[in-house]
């Protein structure tokens, strides 16, 4: 299929800071919060990230990448779908970043960016990387920034006024592959601009993503997590359920999928039904020669149907 224009699903503004409304729609994301609750919460946070490098610990895996905002990872995703044998996964070493105060409403394409290059920083030394763990919120920004000094999507960049560190601007798929160039990495862009069934669902979407998880063959794939863009919002497919009603799995950043309980399987699954709600999705896929050539200035996406 021919490349095709890049459609902007994030939203029509350009930073939540002005009289206008978020790119998306979903709100400017600032609460007042007492210092005790705050207090708490942030000592509920350290116990529980204390729980999964523990959990890493005990299995003989790294944990210098871990922060305070990290929940989950497909790692321990596997451990709990271990006799669901219709459930493929991508790359275990990818983890769940969920949005914070500071950024809740307006961050999710940063921390779903953060989710696909921690799966990218086990594949290879990522060339460009500032640090050696995932890199946060403003260095995503700054990077976002370097590409389009380097003439990354000028159009995109022309958009967002040639500025995104210190903003609370939304951020799409576009801006992912900007920030992944900067890094060295080549990503690729699918455009579903439709609708794909009466109901108003995606089913073309699902046929994608399925064929992306079993096209190795194996339940437990090295293939990386796919970056997905609705109007308004952005998560993380990190898998596919293949049981009689189809499912993604997704890992989405404004859900805290083990909030003090036992973490349940229905908390990343996305079935098709729900697809309704949105007129177009995107894809951001990263494939396996992605270190291999630079990626295109000029930004084009494949469009199905």
Same mark, same amino acid.
């Given at each position: 299929?021919?490349p095709?224009e890049?459609?902007?699903l994030?939203?029509?503004?350009?930073d939540?800071?002005?009289?206008?409304q978020? +790119?998306g729609?979903?709100?400017s994301?600032t609460e007042?919060?007492?210092?005790?609750?705050l &207090? #708490?919460k !942030?000592? /509920?946070?350290?116990?529980r990230?204390?729980?999964?490098k523990?959990?890493?610990?005990e299995?003989?895996?790294?944990?210098g990448?871990l922060?305070?905002?990290?929940?989950?990872?497909?790692?321990q995703?596997?451990?709990?779908?271990?006799?669901?044998?219709?459930?493929l996964?991508?790359n275990?070493s990818?983890?769940?970043?969920?949005?914070t105060?500071?950024?809740?409403?307006?961050g999710?394409?940063?921390?779903?960016c953060?989710m696909?290059?921690?799966?990218?920083?086990?594949?290879a030394p990522?060339? +460009?990387?500032?640090?050696?763990?995932?890199?946060?919120v403003?260095?995503?920004?700054?990077? &976002? #920034?370097? !590409?389009? /000094?380097?003439?990354?999507?000028?159009?995109?960049?022309?958009?967002?006024?040639?500025?995104?560190?210190?903003?609370?601007?939304?951020?799409?798929?576009?801006?992912i592959?900007c920030?992944?160039a900067?890094?060295?990495?080549?990503?690729?862009?699918?455009d579903?601009?439709?609708?794909?069934a009466?109901?108003?669902?995606?089913?073309?979407?699902f046929?994608?993503?399925?064929?992306y998880?079993?096209?190795?063959?194996?339940r437990f794939?090295?293939?990386?997590?796919?970056?997905?863009?609705h109007?308004?919002?952005?998560?993380?497919?990190?898998?596919?359920d293949?049981?009689?009603?189809v499912?993604? &799995?997704?890992?989405?950043?404004d859900?805290?999928?083990?909030?003090?309980?036992p973490?349940?399987?229905?908390?990343?699954?996305?079935?098709l039904?729900r697809t309704?709600?949105?007129?177009?999705?995107?894809?951001?896929?990263?494939d396996?020669?992605?270190?291999?050539?630079a990626?295109?200035?000029?930004?084009?996406?494949?469009?199905?149907?």
């Amino acid at each position: 299929m021919q490349p095709q224009e890049i459609v902007d699903l994030t939203g029509d503004s350009e930073d939540n800071d002005s009289s206008t409304q978020p +790119r998306g729609g979903r709100g400017s994301g600032t609460e007042e919060v007492s210092q005790g609750p705050l &207090l #708490e919460k !942030s000592k /509920r946070k350290h116990r529980r990230l204390q729980q999964i490098k523990n959990f890493f610990h005990e299995r003989g895996i790294a944990t210098g990448h871990l922060s305070d905002n990290h929940r989950f990872s497909t790692s321990q995703l596997s451990a709990l779908i271990q006799a669901e044998q219709s459930i493929l996964l991508c790359n275990p070493s990818t983890l769940l970043f969920n949005t914070t105060i500071s950024d809740r409403g307006w961050g999710c394409g940063y921390r779903n960016c953060q989710m696909l290059i921690s799966s990218l920083m086990h594949q290879a030394p990522v060339s +460009r990387m500032p640090t050696e763990t995932v890199p946060q919120v403003r260095q995503l920004q700054e990077m &976002l #920034e370097l !590409s389009w /000094r380097d003439g990354y999507d000028r159009d995109g960049a022309d958009q967002l006024d040639h500025r995104a560190m210190g903003t609370r601007k939304w951020i799409g798929t576009t801006e992912i592959y900007c920030i992944l160039a900067h890094l060295g990495v080549r990503s690729h862009i699918v455009d579903f601009h439709c609708a794909t069934a009466a109901d108003g669902s995606h089913p073309a979407l699902f046929s994608w993503v399925v064929d992306y998880f079993t096209a190795t063959g194996e339940r437990f794939a090295n293939k990386h997590p796919l970056y997905m863009q609705h109007q308004g919002h952005s998560r993380t497919v990190v898998g596919v359920d293949l049981s009689d009603d189809v499912c993604l &799995l997704v890992f989405d950043p404004d859900v805290d999928v083990a909030p003090g309980g036992p973490v349940k399987l229905s908390k990343f699954r996305l079935p098709l039904g729900r697809t309704r709600r949105s007129k177009q999705f995107q894809i951001l896929y990263v494939d396996d020669d992605c270190f291999s050539q630079a990626a295109p200035k000029q930004i084009a996406s494949q469009r199905i149907p």
